[in-house]
């Protein structure tokens, strides 16, 4: 029996805790945190945590990969802490780049519409297949009383977008929900198919059923006017008057300017999608689905999701993703089974077999974080059985008609009234993926391969590891009172959660190298530095406490991620009075995230200047 409790605390621990979760939500196969202070996640640890397939860190967002269990998991996460599942925003963690933030809003916009729209659409498809070959009549009031059900979450998208957008961004829901549901109603219809204008403007004849961007825009402007409204009103009227003036305001500028901003938006985006496929065609597909083991890794799969609901919302079908990831899919489940075959390694079979059947029903993580990304020869029989078959799936222009991830359950997704053919070569696509992966893996693979994730070389491999030395020591990076890491009044540090060190009080604005090495990262906020030494210990500096939330003010970093170091380079300048002003804690613990690879024993107490030994590390054989 899996232990989910002891993984939930585990993966709990090792994030920072309850009070450094900002949001937890889940996917199908993953724990999505928000982070407080990513500096205080302890992501290899995650890695190496029993029940974990694999981590995703950027910034403040932590995916912790758990497969066909994150149910299960996050059930006991909830018992263990209050956690807020998209409500409001979370707490600040640095900047981010305008791309990310782009990303991360349509991710939390689209994310949630998918299991309505993937409902919806295989029941549309299971009611065209079985009226296609007779077994419920088309005309009769079962089939007209499915029809409409299913039809309804991609009819009501701009509803549901309302919805999501205004929990993702903090807007008031029900206010966002009135104003964009006011453009699906007959009253509204009929006022914009008669030609009427509008303050002597013109309101273009628009149909907002299955459209998504005049809902995102019109939100968008509701929460900026809701927020100034609310500023300037007096608060025993706010109930009322804020949501009137909201509507006074935000529905004749949708009618007249956003909305069909909007819509111009969505058919751009189709326009560009069909496009690229006109020009390569085929090879569009092949390509895609190819790297898409890759895409899924980092989460960049997901910038694929405004486009496939906007063309389903537009066309009706999508022709260029969802061909792609069915391609994908199965050679993610065709790989790992001819792994099960291959290998000695019963351990590696048993995961090899549950997670080749997932992939093979369209749920592909496990098989992705622990086969795949760990075996580069399985990467490249993954990669070969999908560009074959998403190339013949592009070469057949095979349609999709429901947005969810294709598998052997979900193939009615590709079932066309119009077009017989089109289930048959999804099919064929299907086989072609299966036996094409499968043999190109049972080729390829060898079982003595060493497990090393693709794309990301471990610390033990990156940097020469600590063998040729008994004892190591790292130095001050800082002047300043060195104290003990439990004096550290932050209990992630005190209690060791993310490894053993030392803490020093700075007297001085500046964070020297403690160690010959590479940085790792200097995270968004610009509070924090992580680096491996060239004995192979892996250091955290985390300068003062909580600074997090200062989003990289007084901070001026001198180095960046990947930069080789020397012991007393200046890392970081930073303004040290100004921090205290501000009512920050200063004192910079300096831990040894790997701890489990050394024994730590404090070398300093008291007074210490950049350069005094701080810390002494000895090699755990």
């Known amino acids: 029996m899996k232990n989910y409790k002891q993984t939930a605390t585990d993966v709990l621990r090792l994030v920072g805790g309850e009070k450094n979760v900002a949001q937890l939500e889940h996917c199908s196969t993953r724990l999505r945190f928000t982070l407080a202070d990513p500096a205080k996640a302890d992501v290899a640890a995650l890695k190496k945590t029993p029940g974990v397939m694999g981590v995703i860190a950027s910034g403040p967002q932590c995916?912790?990969?758990?497969?066909?269990?994150?149910?299960?998991?996050?059930?006991?996460?909830?018992?263990?802490?209050?956690?807020?599942?998209?409500?409001?925003?979370?707490?600040?963690?640095?900047?981010?780049?305008?791309?990310?933030?782009?990303?991360?809003?349509?991710?939390?916009?689209?994310?949630?519409?998918?299991?309505?729209?993937?409902?919806?659409?295989?029941?549309?498809?299971?009611?065209?297949?079985?009226?296609?070959?007779?077994?419920?009549?088309?005309?009769?009031?079962?089939?007209?009383?499915?029809?409409?059900?299913?039809?309804?979450?991609?009819?009501?998208?701009?509803?549901?977008?309302?919805?999501?957008?205004?929990?993702?961004?903090?807007?008031?829901?029900?206010?966002?929900?009135?104003?964009?549901?006011?453009?699906?109603?007959?009253?509204?219809?009929?006022?914009?198919?008669?030609?009427?204008?509008?303050?002597?403007?013109?309101?273009?004849?628009?149909?907002?059923?299955?459209?998504?961007?005049?809902?995102?825009?019109?939100?968008?402007?509701?929460?900026?006017?809701?927020?100034?409204?609310?500023?300037?009103?007096?608060?025993?009227?706010?109930?009322?008057?804020?949501?009137m003036v909201c509507f006074i305001i935000t529905f004749p500028i949708t009618l007249l300017l956003l909305g069909p901003l909007g819509l111009t938006i969505g058919k751009g985006i189709t326009t560009?999608?069909?496009?690229?496929?006109?020009?390569?065609?085929?090879?569009?597909?092949?390509?895609?689905?190819?790297?898409?083991?890759?895409?899924?890794?980092?989460?960049?799969?997901?910038?694929?999701?405004?486009?496939?609901?906007?063309?389903?919302?537009?066309?009706?079908?999508?022709?260029?993703?969802?061909?792609?990831?069915?391609?994908?899919?199965?050679?993610?489940?065709?790989?790992?089974?001819?792994?099960?075959?291959?290998?000695?390694?019963?351990?590696?079979?048993?995961?090899?077999?549950?997670?080749?059947?997932?992939?093979?029903?369209?749920?592909?993580?496990?098989?992705?974080?622990?086969?795949?990304?760990?075996?580069?020869?399985?990467?490249?029989?993954?990669?070969?059985?999908?560009?074959?078959?998403?190339?013949?799936?592009?070469?057949?222009?095979?349609?999709?008609?429901?947005?969810?991830?294709?598998?052997?359950?979900?193939?009615?997704?590709?079932?066309?009234p119009e077009n017989a053919m089109n289930i048959v070569w999804a099919f064929v696509g299907f086989g072609l993926s299966l036996v094409g992966s499968f043999l190109a893996t049972l080729i390829l693979y060898k079982d003595e391969e060493t497990a090393e994730t693709v794309g990301q070389m471990s610390a033990e491999t990156a940097v020469p590891a600590a063998a040729t030395a008994e004892n190591n020591v790292v130095y001050s990076p800082l002047q300043g009172k060195a104290i003990s890491i439990t004096e550290v009044k932050d209990e992630v540090f005190s209690q060791?959660?993310?490894?053993?060190?030392?803490?020093?009080?700075?007297?001085?604005?500046?964070?020297?190298a403690p160690a010959d090495g590479r940085i790792e990262s200097v995270f968004e906020a610009r509070h924090a530095v992580s680096m491996v030494t060239s004995q192979g210990a892996e250091l955290l500096m985390h300068i003062g406490m909580d600074t997090v939330k200062l989003e990289g003010k007084y901070f001026e970093p001198q180095v960046q991620d990947g930069d080789t170091v020397k012991k007393g380079q200046l890392l970081m300048k930073f303004d040290l009075d100004a921090i205290k002003a501000a009512g920050y804690d200063v004192t910079t613990p300096v831990v040894v995230t790997n701890s489990d690879r050394f024994a730590v024993k404090p070398a300093a107490d008291g007074m210490v200047v950049p350069g005094a030994a701080l810390i002494k590390l000895e090699v755990l054989k």
Not at 303 to 312: D, E, G, K, N, W
Not at 345 to 358: F, K, Y
Not at 362 to 367: D, H, K, L, M
Request: aromatic share 10%.
């Open 63 to 243: 995916q912790v990969v758990i497969g066909n269990d994150v149910i299960e998991v996050y059930d006991e996460l909830t018992k263990l802490g209050s956690f807020h599942a998209s409500t409001g925003a979370p707490a600040s963690a640095g900047k981010k780049s305008i791309s990310a933030t782009a990303l991360d809003l349509m991710v939390g916009i689209f994310q949630p519409l998918v299991p309505a729209i993937a409902g919806g659409g295989i029941l549309k498809a299971f009611l065209s297949l079985f009226a296609l070959v007779g077994w419920i009549d088309s005309a009769g009031v079962l089939y007209r009383t499915l029809i409409a059900v299913a039809d309804a979450p991609l009819y009501y998208l701009p509803l549901m977008v309302a919805v999501t957008m205004a929990i993702k961004i903090n807007c008031n829901k029900l206010v966002a929900l009135a104003t964009v549901g006011a453009l699906l109603l007959p009253a509204t219809s009929t006022l914009i198919s008669e030609g009427n204008s509008l303050f002597g403007i013109p309101i273009q004849n628009v149909t907002y059923a299955y459209q998504v961007f005049p809902a995102i825009l019109a939100v968008a402007f509701l929460y900026f006017l809701e927020k100034y409204i609310t500023k300037i009103t007096p608060k025993p009227i706010r109930v009322f008057f804020v949501p």
């Open 272 to 416: 560009v999608m069909l496009a690229i496929y006109s020009k390569v065609g085929w090879l569009a597909v092949g390509l895609v689905a190819a790297i898409l083991p890759l895409l899924i890794s980092v989460g960049a799969h997901k910038a694929f999701i405004p486009y496939v609901v906007t063309s389903l919302g537009d066309l009706g079908y999508e022709i260029l993703y969802n061909g792609a990831s069915l391609a994908h899919n199965i050679s993610e489940g065709g790989a790992s089974l001819a792994v099960a075959l291959k290998t000695k390694n019963s351990e590696l079979r048993s995961t090899a077999i549950s997670s080749g059947v997932s992939a093979i029903f369209g749920i592909t993580e496990p098989a992705i974080y622990s086969i795949t990304l760990q075996k580069r020869r399985v990467l490249f029989g993954v990669m070969i059985g999908s560009f074959i078959s998403g190339s013949f799936i592009g070469l057949m222009a095979v349609k999709a008609f429901v947005a969810m991830g294709p598998g052997l359950a979900g193939m009615a997704m590709f079932v066309d």
């Open 496 to 512: 060791k959660i993310l490894g053993d060190g030392m803490a020093v009080v700075p007297v001085k604005g500046e964070l020297y």
